[in-house]
Structure formats: C-alpha cells, structure tokens
C-alpha cells in the first residue's frame, strides 16, 4: 500500500514556472515507477510524463517534452514535475501516480495521488 501525497501547485503567470513535489509514504518506492497525469475541467486525465523506478528512464507526452521535466529521489521518496514556460493550456489538476509498469494509461497505475491544482493565468 503507498500514500501519495502532490505539492507545489498554485497560480502561475503564462510563462512562469512551477515545482510539483509528490511524496510517498510507501516503504517500497523505488519498486514503483511514477508518472504524472493532468485533468482540466470537462476533459479526460492525460498522460504528461513518466519515470522508470531508478529513474534511469523517462518519457513525455508532446506537449511536455522540453518545457517539463520529471525527476525523483528515491531517498526522499520523492517524484518532482517541474514545469517551464507554461501556459494557460496547462491548468488542470495535476496527480502523480504509482504503477509497476511504465505507461500512459492511467488504468495501470495502481496509486494515486489527490491531485494540485495548477491554475496559469493568461
């Protein structure tokens, strides 16, 4: 069983940056890869980024790749999404996620963070 908890979320000017922090509370962290997931208003929950559990391996969805990076700290059990030049197509809910596979569906991860909400003003 892990408990994930998202941070760092808020209100961020178009262009400005911000710093998700998602802490688990699992002793099994590492086993887990972790992905991050975003919902806005009215629209289904899509895939943003993901890493491998080692965090030797990670992937993004188009509109992410070179504005977004994902990281973690195993010894923190922690993941980070940091997000650069944002928009005002980037406010939604923001969730991290725990799975035993890497993917971009959000049905195959196992746990689920209660989401921040990342509001960018345009």
């Known amino acids: 069983q892990v408990q994930l908890v998202e941070s760092g979320g808020g209100l961020v000017q178009a262009g400005g940056s911000l710093r998700l922090s998602c802490v688990a509370s699992?002793?099994?962290?590492?086993?887990?890869?972790m992905g991050w997931f975003r919902q806005a208003p009215g629209k289904e929950r899509e895939f943003v980024a993901w890493?491998?559990?080692?965090?030797?391996?990670?992937y993004y969805t188009d509109s992410a790749k070179g504005r977004f990076t994902i990281s973690r700290d195993n010894a923190k059990n922690a993941a980070y999404l940091r997000m650069n030049s944002l928009t005002a197509e980037d406010t939604a809910v923001y969730y991290c996620?725990?799975?035993?596979?890497?993917?971009?569906?959000?049905?195959?991860?196992?746990?689920w963070g209660q989401g921040t909400q990342v509001t960018v003003s345009s």
């Open positions: 699992g002793r099994t962290f590492s086993s887990y890869a």
């Open positions: 996620g725990a799975g035993l596979v890497l993917s971009q569906a959000p049905r195959l991860y196992t746990y």
């Open positions: 890493i491998s559990g080692n965090g030797g391996s990670t």
